[in-house]
């Protein structure tokens, strides 16, 4: 199991901008890919954007354009960059770490955008 710790939320005006880290427990080229979910308030859980070990990178279309998913193999951490916040990216934001038999999740870390 890989323990996550995601950082970087906070509350935001729309248009804004944030950028959430997540802090992998063991080397980010041990884990088959990397990514970041979200919840909105009284919503399910949705996949916003991955990254495979070996650089493939997947990005939602509701934030293609805006967000970007990179990696810092160095610093065990994956990153989300916001841009061009909106108030329906308003979530809480986990990071997860899938590797071919298991996967894990951060506790989540909440991002409020306000208009």
């Known amino acids: 199991q890989v323990q996550l710790v995601e950082s970087g939320g906070g509350l935001v005006q729309a248009g804004g901008s944030l950028r959430l880290s997540c802090v992998a427990s063991?080397?980010?080229?041990?884990?088959?890919?990397m990514g970041w979910y979200r919840q909105p308030p009284g919503k399910q859980r949705e996949s916003v954007a991955t990254?495979?070990?070996?650089?493939?990178?997947n990005v939602a279309d509701s934030v293609k354009g805006r967000f970007t998913i990179s990696r810092d193999v160095a610093k065990k951490t994956v990153y989300l960059q916001m841009n061009s916040l909106k108030s329906e990216d308003t979530a809480v934001y986990y990071c997860n770490a899938n590797r071919t038999t298991t996967a894990s999740w951060g506790k989540g870390t909440l991002v409020t955008v306000s208009s």
């Open positions: 063991v080397s980010i080229s041990s884990i088959k890919a």
């Open positions: 990254i495979t070990v070996d650089g493939r990178v």
